[in-house]
């Protein structure tokens, strides 16, 4: 039986990655917290905020509260559920999650911060969730020929805009961070960043106002949990060492430990995302060291039907003194 870790753990990004890693982080981890971005511009989403003035997306932080759900069979899936596509319904295509997150900010007069501390009682979390930011922010980047591309959406696929490297992402207009998140962050014993995309998921964290200060100020060991798949448009061509110096220069300061998948995959599935032109993600392990202290490689991915972070591996990497 795995050893329970008595540690103040605080997970920052967002993403399908990100929430994997949660729902096996909450077996083990007695205080988790998980910031949330607040970035995504698309889905249920978008449209609560263009049909109903939402101020905020909340697709990522219903997926937090989902994955740290204890009650997830039940509660779980019903937060999950998505309204089928309908030719007239005003509410086909959205989350009930997202719906029941709006209508429980409308009990609490407007505050977010009460309607995820509803949510958490009735999922019954094991941990919190905790929005990066309540400012209205938009995700932008700049490609390398001046181009300017605005919302996370329009980044994210690679269709919506010129397929040329990102030079740099920056939030119009700035944001600043919860007090719940720099206080986790300041007091965290570990904090994670990722798994999830770079530019659309981790960065955006780290781009709200006292974020990177609080995470400098923190004397917990940082750790980042590298890709183990290129992204088209965002990170073609990236080694595991560009994405860490991505990292370092939105952070200001480096990591103390990296995670990186040196595992392989089956043909099958390789060709099957170079057809989309992603690939794995190169573990250069000699430019690692050279700037992280630590570099922890082994097999942490899934080689089954899609290629993901397998977060229990990511786990026992990270805290290898743990019996599955």
């Known amino acids: 039986m795995r050893r329970e870790i008595n540690e103040r753990v605080v997970s920052i990004g967002g993403g399908t990655g990100s929430f994997t890693m949660l729902s096996e982080l909450k077996k083990v981890v007695s205080g988790l917290w998980a910031i949330v971005t607040m970035m995504d511009s698309g889905g249920s989403s978008r449209r609560l905020i263009d049909e109903f003035g939402h101020p905020l997306p909340l697709g990522d932080l219903r997926q937090a509260l989902v994955a740290l759900s204890r009650s997830r069979k039940l509660w779980g899936g019903i937060f999950s559920y998505r309204f089928p596509d309908s030719q007239n319904g005003s509410i086909g295509g959205h989350s009930l999650g997202n719906l029941v997150l709006h209508a429980l900010q409308d009990l609490n007069g407007g505050d977010l911060l009460g309607a995820l501390d509803d949510a958490e009682e009735i999922l019954n979390t094991a941990g919190h969730v905790i929005p990066v930011t309540l400012d209205e922010a938009m995700l932008c980047a700049e490609l390398s020929d001046g181009t300017i591309v605005r919302g996370e959406t329009s980044i994210d696929i690679p269709g919506d805009r010129p397929v040329l490297p990102i030079k740099r992402v920056f ?3 700035g944001a600043t961070a919860t007090a719940r998140a720099r206080k986790a962050l300041e007091r965290a014993d570990k904090i994670l960043i990722g798994p999830g995309d770079l530019y659309t998921s981790i960065i955006p964290c780290l781009l709200v106002d006292d974020v990177a200060e609080a995470i400098r100020s923190c004397d917990g060991e940082l750790i980042y949990i590298c890709n183990v798949m290129t992204k088209h448009g965002e990170t073609d061509g990236y080694a595991a060492s560009d994405y860490v110096r991505e990292i370092h220069r939105y952070l ?7 995670v990186v998948n040196n595992g392989e995959f089956p043909t099958s599935l390789i060709e099957r995302y170079a057809a989309e032109q ?15 202290p630590r570099v922890l490689a082994a097999p942490v991915a899934t080689t089954e039907r899609l290629i993901r ?7 026992t990497t990270i805290w290898p003194d743990l019996i599955a």
């Open 309 to 315: 972070h397998d977060a229990e591996r990511v786990i």
């Open 278 to 292: 992603a690939f794995p993600v190169r573990p250069d392990l000699d430019l690692l060291r050279t700037l992280v």
């Open 252 to 258: 200001g300061r480096r990591v103390d430990t990296v």
């Open 171 to 173: 939030l119009e207009p």
